[in-house]
């Protein structure tokens, strides 16, 4: 079984692949989210693994367009704890650090940390496992990653400061993608769809209320540009249920308004 991920081992991508899967399966590693979700398009890969959304740092949006534009299907969840590390080839204190790389989510959930050292340049990269290999492999000194305690055992770097995220209890919620829909296993109670309605006064309220008005749980909502149709937009709503048929009937309603819904999956909520 092949999967399709961001990073290499010791990223965060690739521990929840073996956390999901198990150790029995083939992980394919890409640079970027866009390669991860053509990989599963073409089924070169049967399933794919993508950060959607972080505690700390919000939601990863080019990524709501990747899963629309390459109509990719979410069969199911997962919710990570991150803590980040701050490491560096052995021997250096902190104050010889002068640039730290790592993925831009990484950076951004450690941002407070940072605000102590305004010495050390903060640089958007890969992922967070690349860094710490390219460190080791390259030996550059001054240079830190931001990575997991995985990372630095598996590359061999020692960690500066530990938990340097801005709070300790930080998740990230990563989506698991395939190619087509699947029959589920079990009955579904929370849904990923998008929703593009006009743009006039009031139909967004309109459509907050059907939802609420069949007592389901709107988990999630997220803005996202309709770029044919400058500033119109569309809008991707986690919907999460105790009776799937309200949810179908919600889905109804939205239609039955003018709504136009693509579902991107109905799952079990993984929290
Ligand atoms: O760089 C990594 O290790 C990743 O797996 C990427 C990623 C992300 O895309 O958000 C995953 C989890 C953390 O939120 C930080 C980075």
Known sequence: MKISI???????????????????VEIQSFKTFEEVAKSV????????VMAIENSIAGA???NYELID????????EFFLPISHNLMCMPGQKIREIKVVRSHPM???????????YPNISLIDDVDTATVAKRIMEEKLVG?????SSIAAEIYGLEI??????TVQNNFTRFILLQKEKSTPTSIPNKASIKVTISNERGSLAKLLSQISDLGLNLSKIQSIPVIENPWNYSFFLD????????????????IQSGGEVKVFGEYQSGK
């Not at 240079?143 to 990575?147: E, F, L």
């Open 6 to 24: 961001q990073g290499i081992p010791g990223s965060f991508h690739h521990q929840v692949a073996l956390q999901y899967f198990g150790d029995d």
């Open 41 to 48: 398009r073409t089924e070169d890969s049967q399933f794919g």
């Open 239 to 254: 919907i999460q249920f105790d009776i799937y048929e309200d949810y179908l009937k919600a889905v109804e309603a939205i």
């Open 106 to 116: 990484a950076l951004l959930q450690c941002k407070k940390f940072f605000e102590g």
């Open 160 to 165: 500066l400061a530990s938990d340097i995220q």
């Open 143 to 147: 240079v830190g990653a931001i990575a």
């Open 69 to 76: 534009r390459y109509s990719l299907h979410i069969f199911d």
């Open 60 to 62: 990863i949006l080019p």
